[in-house]
């Protein structure tokens, strides 16, 4: 069984930067490609970014091209998510997630493992 634990969301005022983490236990990373995806209040889970197993390959939701940035240490075996300029509107929890046969993919139901989320909450 795979767990994910998200690491690093917190309050903010708009402008802002956080860095998400993503770490498995029982797993290598590596193994894997990721993607962050985010839900807010009411609404549907959305994704945000995602990364292949290499990191050669990263997708970006429109929502949060030039402000957010996904990257892996594999050697660490961590994902992270370096959110910049931020905005009331990325208030969501975030969640990571991993698949080994799909790719770097923008829809939920292509990742087999999600963590527990990391509640991110920026004020205007």
């Known amino acids: 069984q795979v767990q994910l634990v998200e690491s690093g969301g917190g309050l903010v005022q708009a402008g802002a930067s956080l860095r998400l983490s993503c770490a498995p236990s029982?797993?290598?990373?590596?193994?894997?490609?990721t993607g962050w995806f985010r839900q807010a209040p009411g609404k549907e889970r959305e994704f945000v970014a995602a990364?292949?197993?290499?990191?050669?390959?990263?997708l970006y939701a429109d929502s949060v091209k030039g402000r957010f940035t996904i990257s892996r240490e594999n050697g660490k075996n961590m994902v992270y998510l370096q959110m910049n300029g931020l905005k009331p509107e990325d208030t969501a929890v975030y969640y990571c997630?991993?698949?080994?046969?799909?790719?770097?993919?923008?829809?939920?139901?292509?990742?087999?493992?999600w963590g527990q989320g990391t509640q991110v909450t920026v004020s205007s």
């Open positions: 997630a991993i698949n080994r046969a799909y790719g770097p993919g923008r829809r939920a139901g292509e990742y087999d493992y």
């Open positions: 029982g797993r290598t990373l590596s193994d894997y490609h």
């Open positions: 990364i292949s197993w290499t990191g050669s390959l990263a």
